[in-house]
């Protein structure tokens, strides 16, 4: 895997306020790779930057061999861009805007047309942009950022504003970019978008990044603690679950036992003690740490707040 | 990059007369009230090379057509503080359009409609004008491009101050209409007090006054020299300023 996208020691501050403070990552061809954290975080001073919009105060930033700031036309016509909360013309039809940015690449290999029935909008062709819903506006705005076949697209808090359904059916149409073969750059806010979707993250906050890797080697690193709930009306349990290898902490309320513990193998040892002792339990549940606590650890908040 | 300008002022017409009020409010009202004010005065209105610049005689036509000019700067003004604060700006600035062309195609379209506006104003008022008159159409749609060109600039220069696009059809509107109370169309600038005389002199809108009052009366180009310069002038340096201070975001 060749990384695409290097950035090495960025920095970018608007007045007193420093926006994003010695940002290094690379991005390899091939892969959706997520910035992810509360807004006002720097996620998107960090991807302007790199789409060439912005100009950092220092440090470099390579995208397909090109110099975002100096060679900005030359990249914007191999990369596509959508903007968080970006806008088009009220009354303009999505053909019209699909022929106009069209004509804005030297490529033309894409079909116009074909992109939007990809994207489920050939029935809203002749729509006006102001009359189509937030999912539909969302679609029209990948279909952009795809017309010039690019090699990156950058996608700013895609799903922000949309209802979970719509949020889904984007997701699809963002992996099926990489199945193209496509490299993407997203930033999102939300952790189960990220966890669903990317295939490496970086968590920053303050400007600052703080780790990346995959969310899976994330969670194993920074998270290891595992719980189990499970009812049971066997009281005497509760000596048996203490003796379990990993368990650290055993609680109950009534017939609910909550073990808590650290390790991938806390759920079978808990599970190869209750057949051991043939205990009857009426339910079990596991909660497994995801991202979201993962950064909770992190930073000592939680992103929403 | 023609092409993407060559598209991108199209589409701008296109959007602008889908928008029911203004089409109407930029190409109907100044037509509308040039008919409705030239038929209260009952008019005759000539061009004159008297050189008697009675209000009644020149300057109707010369006051309608700036407001026609003006109208279509305060229309700009709006354009694009709303451009800017709905990220229209940013998302066309993101694709390999340089911004100039952006601009040019916004620029292009004011001018079309101005053009327009004055030759259905020109043919509706046509009534008015004694049988045989000679209205130099053709030189006096020069001189209003030529004045609206500049007048636009300013026009960017306000786009740049206005904080957010609920204001900007306000300020623009006090920032122009009292210059146009200074241009000689109303007092003839000789007529004002020293201190006035010196703002009128620096207003644009002197010159497009005096250029389009001087055009339509019949006179030559060459004596309208200084006036066009006076223009160009205007539209350099409020178009290097705007380079300097215009906020895309």
């Known amino acids: 895997m060749r990384p695409i996208i290097q950035v090495s020691g960025v920095r970018k501050t608007y007045g007193r306020t420093v926006a994003v403070d010695e940002a290094s990552f690379e991005v390899n061809e091939g892969e959706i790779f997520g910035l992810i954290g509360p807004n006002g975080a720097g996620k998107t001073t960090t991807m302007e930057c790199i789409e060439g919009i912005r100009k950092p105060d220092r440090g470099t930033i390579s995208v397909l061999g090109l110099d975002p700031f100096r060679q900005v036309y030359k990249l914007q016509d191999r ?23 069209a004509s804005l690449y030297k490529k033309k290999e894409v079909d116009g047309d074909r992109l939007l ?13 102001m009359n189509l819903s937030g999912g539909q506006k969302q679609r029209l705005f990948i279909a952009l950022a795809l017309i010039n076949d690019p090699e990156v697209v950058f996608l700013d808090e ?3 504003g949309l ?29 189960e978008e990220a966890e669903r979707l990317c295939d490496r993250v970086a968590i920053i906050e303050h400007g600052r990044i703080i780790d990346i890797d995959s969310p899976e080697r994330l969670v194993v690193r920074h998270c290891p603690e595992r719980t189990v709930l499970l009812d049971t009306e066997d009281l005497a349990a509760a ?7 990993g368990v650290e902490s ?9 073990i808590r513990g650290r390790g991938d193998d806390l759920v079978s040892e808990v599970i190869h003690c209750l057949s051991e002792n043939r205990i009857r339990v009426t339910d079990f549940r596991t909660i497994l740490p995801n991202l979201e606590d993962v950064f909770l650890k992190l930073t000592g908040h939680s992103i929403r707040e | 990059m023609l092409r993407g300008l060559w598209k991108l002022t199209w589409i701008e017409i296109k959007v602008f007369l889908r928008e029911p009020l203004g089409a109407f409010g930029t190409i109907g009202v100044p037509v509308l009230a040039f008919l409705v004010l030239g038929r209260v005065a009952n008019l005759r209105i000539a061009p004159t090379s008297l050189g008697a610049t009675g209000f009644s005689q020149v300057s109707l036509p010369v006051l309608v057509s700036l407001l026609i000019s003006v109208s279509a700067v305060l229309s700009l003004v709006t354009i694009i503080s709303i451009y800017r604060e709905g990220g229209i700006l940013k998302r066309l600035r993101a694709t390999p359009l340089r911004p100039q062309t952006i601009l040019a195609a916004h620029v292009i379209v004011k001018l079309l409609l101005t053009a327009a506006t004055l030759v259905l104003m020109l043919l509706a008022g046509r009534r008015y004008f004694p049988a045989g008159a000679h209205v130099p159409w053709f030189s006096f749609t020069i001189a209003l491009l030529i004045s609206t060109w500049s007048i636009l600039s300013i026009g960017f220069l306000i786009a740049s101050i206005v904080p957010t696009a609920r204001f900007a059809q306000p300020i623009g509107a006090v920032i122009l209409y009292p210059m146009l109370a200074f241009s ?20 644009p809108f002197t010159y497009s006054v005096r250029l389009l009052q001087g055009i339509w009366n019949g006179d030559g180009w060459l004596q309208h020299g200084s006036d066009v310069a006076a223009l160009v002038m205007v539209f350099l340096v409020c178009t290097a300023l705007s380079a300097r201070v215009f906020r895309w975001e």
């Not at chain 1, 949020?167 to 750059?185: M, N, P, Q, S, Y």
């Open chain 1, 250 to 258: 055993v609680s109950c309320t009534g017939k609910r036992f909550t």
């Open chain 2, 184 to 203: 000689g169309l109303f007092v003839p600038v000789e007529a004002l007090p020293p201190a006035l005389h010196a703002v009128a002199l620096a207003m």
């Open chain 1, 79 to 101: 990369i596509g861009v959508q903007l968080q909360q970006a806008q088009l013309q009220k009354r303009i039809k999505v053909w019209e805007a699909v022929d106009l940015w």
């Open chain 1, 158 to 160: 895609l799903t922000t």
């Open chain 1, 117 to 129: 029935e990809q994207l489920g909008l050939s029935d809203k062709r002749d729509a006006w942009f």
């Open chain 1, 239 to 245: 000596h048996s679950f203490q003796t379990v290898p």
């Open chain 1, 163 to 191: 209802d979970p359904q719509a949020r889904r059916a984007i997701w699809d149409l963002v992996r099926g970019i990489r199945e193209r073969g496509k490299t993407v750059f997203l930033t999102t806010h939300l952790m």
